[in-house]
């Protein structure tokens, strides 16, 4: 065959390697489409008996409602399986001086009046002048009676109240707040397998895959299993984890590490049982800093999440595991610990020949604002938008790929750096290591410079479609007392427009408070009697 006949090969059959969240996300979406399209495409996924999957990810964005919903999945069901909870925001503790009291809120909500106006400028005029600091100086304390998160929404209340963001006549996957989830990896790659194989027609094989054989113009024309099985495919989706099979096995795409940005390279995983049935359930991440790192608790129906994130270059394994232990309390004696070693980075190309690589054989960055799972769904937008229909559009469609989640990764390292490289601690080598100049990323030492003076906003970035947009940025940066210059005055029609605002949150915040039910008791509702069928 001809290289322009392989050019104009259809493409019929999707083989996706690797199981996990990644694998069975990806084999859900495309074999949806291929439903709902009628393209006809076979979807066949194959994954290792032996490999146990990583089960990265039990923190989503609300991203994950839009993936659920569009797979087919109720949202009752859901929850039931996956002992999921409800997230409204994550919390950080610690990280900007590690004082008592250390704490701010990065709600999923975006600011009162996004897109019609910026009330970060009024924030900090209020600030200024309830300390006594002056209009004009910077407002390097912040300290309002409300913090930014409180004055410019409801959500954080909420969370400290222990409430859900919903209720249970709501319908699926609406709620009277934003919100996505915490759920059990492991039961959640079960759902979808199941999924995917009883509803979407998905061929489900297991096997090692031992080799990939190519054609002359370097495609994978099949991949060979340990037993001798071959599984041809016209494209491939490298869901096979930090093994990257294809991507880095047959293709040898190089990996770009950022650990000279992001120090973090070691966690410990600990799964916490709750003492009481009634014990409440944070409806939010709580992301607690530590001497060399952090701790994430994240909370589920029937148990907590708890794990630190640490760089080996500042800290031991024993007294990682020590930190750990001291912060679940006497609990944790009988509790064993999960370790996992990661490099900090990325592949060059993630879309290369007719091989996609999605999940963590892409990249893995450290969980602090639950990106792992979101760039999967991110990632699989664009490949189901955009699936070739034939092999002669393939070498475009990757070309727009890679640059536009090269991109992305960028942005992400650049956003999470930003929690560490504006703290004030330098009480250990580790913060004063991240708070380093030359460790930050050239982009966001001259996006600090600018919002020094200006509100982060839409324009400050290249892409239409970010990952984290400017309301992100504004939480952490006013959450963690960023010193800024710039405000709005009050006396103005504008200033009027900030103080209805404002005031609409107050009540908001003050009738939620008070009808929204406890986390516990609506997800008890839920798996009891479930939620309205849209």
Same mark, same amino acid.
């Given at each position: 065959? *001809?290289?322009?006949? %392989?050019?104009?090969?259809?493409?019929? @059959? $999707?083989?996706? #390697? =690797?199981? +996990?969240?990644?694998?069975?996300?990806?084999?859900?979406?495309?074999?949806?489409?291929?439903v709902?399209?009628? *393209?006809?495409?076979? %979807?066949?996924?194959?994954?290792s008996? @032996? $490999?146990?999957? #990583? =089960?990265? +990810?039990?923190?989503?964005w609300?991203?994950?409602?839009?993936?659920?919903?569009?797979?087919g999945?109720?949202?009752?069901?859901?929850?039931?399986?996956?002992?999921?909870?409800?997230?409204?925001g994550?919390?950080?503790? +610690?990280?900007?001086?590690?004082?008592a009291?250390?704490?701010?809120?990065?709600?999923?909500?975006?600011?009162?009046?996004?897109?019609?106006?910026?009330?970060?400028?009024?924030?900090?005029?209020?600030?200024a002048?309830?300390?006594?600091?002056?209009?004009?100086?910077?407002?390097q304390?912040?300290?309002?009676?409300?913090?930014?998160?409180?004055?410019?929404?409801y959500?954080?209340?909420?969370?400290?109240?222990?409430?859900?963001?919903?209720?249970?006549?709501a319908?699926?996957?609406?709620?009277?707040?934003?919100?996505?989830?915490?759920?059990?990896?492991?039961?959640?790659?079960?759902?979808?397998?199941?999924?995917?194989t009883?509803?979407?027609?998905?061929?489900?094989?297991?096997?090692?895959?031992?080799?990939?054989?190519?054609?002359?113009?370097?495609?994978?024309?099949?991949?060979?299993?340990?037993?001798?099985?071959?599984?041809a495919?016209?494209?491939?989706?490298?869901?096979?984890?930090?093994?990257?099979?294809?991507?880095?096995?047959?293709?040898?795409?190089?990996?770009?590490?950022?650990?000279?940005?992001?120090?973090?390279?070691?966690?410990?995983?600990?799964?916490?049982?709750y003492?009481?049935?009634?014990?409440?359930?944070?409806?939010?991440?709580?992301?607690?800093?530590?001497?060399?790192?952090?701790?994430?608790?994240?909370?589920?129906?029937?148990?907590?999440?708890?794990?630190?994130?640490?760089?080996?270059?500042?800290?031991?394994?024993?007294e990682?595991?020590?930190?750990?232990?001291?912060?679940?309390?006497?609990?944790?004696?009988?509790?064993?610990?999960?370790?996992?070693?990661?490099?900090?980075g990325?592949?060059e190309?993630f879309?290369?020949?007719?091989?996609?690589?999605?999940g963590?054989?892409?990249?893995?960055?450290?969980?602090?604002?639950?990106?792992?799972?979101?760039?999967?769904?991110?990632?699989?937008?664009s490949?189901?938008?955009?699936?070739?229909?034939?092999?002669?559009?393939?070498?475009?469609?990757?070309r727009?790929?890679?640059?536009?989640?090269?991109?992305?990764?960028?942005r992400?390292?650049?956003?999470?750096?930003?929690?560490?490289?504006?703290?004030h601690?330098?009480?250990?080598?580790?913060?004063?290591?991240?708070?380093?100049?030359?460790?930050?990323?050239?982009?966001?030492?001259?996006?600090l410079?600018?919002?020094?003076?200006?509100?982060?906003?839409?324009?400050d970035?290249?892409h239409?479609?970010?990952?984290?947009?400017?309301?992100?940025?504004?939480?952490?940066?006013?959450?963690?007392?960023?010193?800024?210059?710039?405000?709005?005055?009050?006396?103005?029609?504008?200033g009027?427009?900030?103080?209805?605002l404002?005031?609409?949150?107050?009540?908001?915040?003050?009738?939620?408070?008070?009808?929204?039910?406890?986390?516990?008791?609506?997800?008890?509702?839920?798996?009891?009697?479930?939620?309205?069928?849209?």
């Open positions: 065959m *001809s290289h322009a006949d %392989v050019n104009e090969e259809a493409i019929r @059959t $999707v083989i996706v #390697v =690797g199981g +996990g969240s990644a694998g069975w996300l990806t084999a859900c979406r495309l074999a949806a489409r291929s709902s399209s009628g *393209s006809k495409v076979k %979807v066949l996924l194959v994954e008996a @032996t $490999v146990p999957s #990583v =089960g990265v +990810g039990e923190g989503t609300p991203t994950m409602r839009n993936t659920l919903r569009k797979i999945i109720d949202e009752t069901d859901f929850i039931r399986s996956c002992d999921a909870a409800l997230k409204q994550a919390q950080f503790v +610690g990280w900007t001086d590690g004082s009291g250390d704490a701010y809120y990065h709600p999923l909500n975006p600011p009162a009046g996004a897109g019609d106006i910026d009330l970060s400028p009024y924030w900090l005029h209020a600030s002048t309830e300390t006594g600091m002056g209009t004009d100086a910077p407002a304390v912040g300290a309002s009676r409300a913090s930014f998160a409180d004055w410019v929404d959500q954080s209340a909420l969370c400290d109240a222990g409430l859900a963001p919903k209720t249970i006549t319908p699926e996957y609406g709620g009277q707040a934003n919100y996505a989830y915490h759920l059990d990896a492991g039961k959640f790659a079960t759902l979808l397998c199941n999924h995917a009883t509803s979407l027609g998905v061929e489900h094989v297991v096997g090692d895959v031992v080799r990939a054989n190519l054609k002359g113009n370097g495609d994978i024309r099949n991949v060979e299993l340990a037993d001798g099985r071959i599984l495919g016209d494209l491939f989706v490298d869901c096979s984890g930090f093994a990257a099979l294809l991507i880095g096995g047959v293709y040898d795409v190089p990996f770009r590490s950022c650990r000279d940005i992001l120090f973090a390279d070691r966690a410990l995983a600990m799964q916490v049982p003492q009481g049935e009634d014990d409440p359930i944070a409806c939010h991440t709580i992301s607690t800093a530590q001497d060399a790192g952090w701790i994430w608790n994240i909370g589920l129906w029937t148990r907590r999440g708890v794990g630190h994130v640490y760089s080996s270059a500042h800290t031991s394994d024993d990682a595991e020590a930190a750990l232990r001291r912060y679940v309390g006497p609990a944790s004696d009988a509790l064993p610990v999960r370790r996992i070693s990661f490099e900090a990325h592949r190309r879309w290369q020949n007719n091989c996609v690589a999605i963590l054989s892409a990249g893995f960055l450290e969980p602090l604002e639950a990106s792992a799972l979101m760039l999967i769904e991110t990632s699989l937008d490949l189901v938008d955009r699936l070739p229909q034939t092999r002669s559009t393939m070498d475009a469609i990757a727009q790929f890679n640059a536009t989640f090269s991109h992305h990764w960028q992400i390292i650049e956003f999470l750096k930003l929690h560490y490289a504006i703290t601690r330098r009480d250990t080598a580790f913060w004063r290591d991240n708070a380093a100049p030359t460790s930050m990323p050239e982009g966001l030492r001259e996006r410079a600018l919002w020094k003076h200006h509100a982060p906003a839409a324009q970035f290249a239409a479609r970010e990952v984290f947009s400017w309301p992100s940025y504004q939480y952490v940066l006013h959450g963690m007392r960023f010193a800024s210059s710039y405000r709005g005055e009050p006396a103005t029609a504008d009027k427009l900030v103080d209805s404002v005031a609409r949150n107050a009540r908001v915040r003050a009738e939620l408070v008070r009808k929204m039910p406890r986390h516990r008791d609506l997800l008890r509702a839920v798996r009891e009697h479930g939620l309205q069928r849209v």
